[in-house]
């Protein structure tokens, strides 16, 4: 293995969002990629470890671990990372053993965020199965590894050489040249295209079963969906040039319109940000999401609803450049509850596994099963097949009964299955919900000066970090122009004082009271000492 050094690169901004997500105690499975490939046979085990050994070297993102290095994520790239072929029992319960391998957490200070997995069925038949966490991949991401390790080991088997491209860039020169892009003048336009399209886009309120508990577990429900072709083929002729995905987000947005009660819906989808073909071949998070807004005003017709649709999904791409965390800052919407803003309701069009001749082995994919968990309230995932759409709609199980996912994913179906010429009032709506529930706010306690010492301490953090002379222990940290980065600053100097900020201040609306009351770090009347508060005029550093 060729001998490497250990350097820090610049963490990407999609990477930046997933360490502060996983500092903010989502479960461990939440940003997991996994998938597989099941074949009949046996493999020579350490044939398969030193083809694992050569896509580690080769692929820098594998050897990679995450840091905070001056108040700012970085990446730090190892010599080496000790990613061993593990040997499974998986004879029983199949779905039982495949949940627990992708549910399994990383460290993401410590390493490595991949792993290889051989399952013996105990019938002759092998499971080749890799969990990565998508902080260093993707879901094309999972597909290069896979063939490249099916490569190489025919290679081996055969005593030739791979026949694999040379890699012209690595992740680290994506990650460092999307904040150069950003710094120039480059994306002005799209910024100014997302700033017009966002503004004041409303967030997505929908009637809840449950008050949600403070800390979100993110375990959704699922339920089965299906759209036949002959559906699909009949609402493309009413509407036409609609790609069957773009079909299934006119009628999701009509179901969240209906849903909700609201005339304008955001639904976020990813794309693969992959637009340069050097991108193409390479392990790591390219993928970027885009919101696309739907205005249904004026009880539009199902026919309408789809080609409206199709302009915001085609404008939406391409815009697509930006990274949704700079346009998250750039557009700054309403924020809560912990979850993505503008990304409450989320749809994908999931990709076939791109199958490799594994080990010249006839293969099938395998996927992680069912029901998981989700940033997400709403999720739909689809798959499309000879003209019709399949796949599983997802809520969140802390606010929605298991009944109402069942009658979301019915009215999904009733809506698509309609004629074209029904109106949005009229169309079907199957979700029967008894007396719901709003979500809880907090109870703010009358602005006024800081009256702690962590509250002092916070509102000078605050204040040097924003650059503004003064806060108010009542004002929000987005709304007085916080972003992502300048929250990791004031959690890196609030912790230096001996203070621990949640790192949800990051995902909702949070403001100084807030923060100071959930300081875990000193409880009024420990026996600690308060922490150091800065002179006036002086920075809290």
């Known amino acids: 293995m ?123 038949e092998h499971i080749l199965y890799v969990v990565l966490h998508h902080i260093v991949s993707d879901g094309r991401s999972r597909d290069v590894l896979l063939g490249e390790l099916s490569e190489l080991y025919a290679a081996g088997e055969a005593g030739r050489e791979p026949k694999l491209p040379e890699l012209e860039v690595q992740y680290g020169d994506f990650a460092a040249w999307q904040r150069q892009v950003l710094e120039s003048d480059a994306l002005d336009d799209q910024l100014a295209h997302w700033r017009g399209r966002m503004s004041e886009a409303p967030d997505l309120v929908l009637p809840q079963d449950h008050i949600r508990p403070p800390r979100p577990s993110y375990a959704v429900g699922s339920a089965e969906v299906a759209v036949p072709a002959q559906v699909v083929e009949e609402l ?57 807004r739907i205005d249904l005003d004026g009880d539009p017709s199902l026919a309408e609803i789809l080609r409206h649709t199709r302009e915001r999904c085609l404008e939406a791409f391409a815009h697509a450049s930006v990274p949704f965390e700079r346009l998250i800052d750039e557009v700054r919407p309403q924020r809560g509850g912990g979850r993505l803003p503008l990304a409450r309701a989320w749809a994908v069009l999931q990709e076939t596994m791109d199958l490799p001749p594994l080990f010249d082995r006839k293969v099938t994919p395998v996927l992680p099963p069912g029901e998981g968990y989700s940033p997400f309230d709403v ?82 953090l605050w204040a040097d970090v924003l650059e503004v002379d003064s806060v108010s222990v009542e004002d929000e940290f987005y709304a007085s122009g916080g972003n992502s980065l300048r929250a990791i600053q004031v959690m890196t100097r609030a912790r230096d004082h001996g203070v621990e900020i949640p790192v949800d201040l990051v995902l909702g609306e949070h403001t100084i009271r807030d923060l100071a009351r959930r300081d875990t770090a000193r409880e009024p009347g420990a026996d600690q000492d308060p922490p150091a508060v800065p002179e006036p005029g002086t920075e809290a550093r």
Do not use: K
């Open 379 to 460: 999720l739909l995932e689809l798959w499309s097949e000879g003209g019709s759409l399949t796949g599983r709609l997802s809520c969140a199980a802390d606010a929605f009964t298991r009944g109402t996912t069942q009658d979301v994913a019915r009215t999904f179906e009733a809506i698509l299955g309609s004629p074209a010429t029904t109106t949005l009032a009229e169309l079907p709506f199957l979700v029967r919900q008894s007396d719901p529930v709003t979500e809880s706010g907090a109870v703010r306690a009358p602005v006024g000066e800081p009256d702690s010492a962590v509250e002092h301490l916070l509102a000078q």
């Open 236 to 292: 493309h002729r009413a509407a036409g040039g609609l790609t069957p995905f773009m079909i299934a987000v006119a009628g999701y947005a009509a179901l969240l319109s209906r849903w909700s009660g609201q005339s304008s819906v955001v639904v976020a989808m990813p794309v693969s940000g992959r637009e340069e073909p050097e991108l193409l071949g390479l392990v790591g998070f390219f993928v970027n999401t885009v919101p696309v």
């Open 2 to 124: 060729p001998d490497h050094e250990t350097y820090l690169l610049p963490a990407s901004f999609g990477q930046e969002r997933l360490w502060l997500h996983e500092r903010s105690g989502l479960r461990e499975a939440i940003y997991n990629v996994a998938g597989g490939l099941r074949f009949r046979g046996s493999l020579d085990v350490d044939l398969l470890q030193r083809c694992l050994n050569a896509i580690v070297d080769r692929h820098e993102v594998l050897r990679t671990v995450f840091h905070l290095s001056d108040g700012e994520v970085v990446q730090m790239v190892g010599p080496s990372a000790e990613v061993r072929v593990r040997l499974v029992d998986a004879s029983g319960d199949l779905d039982a053993v495949l949940r627990e391998l992708s549910a399994e957490a990383f460290d993401l200070a410590e390493g490595p965020l991949f792993r290889c997995h051989l399952l013996d069925l105990g019938t002759g």
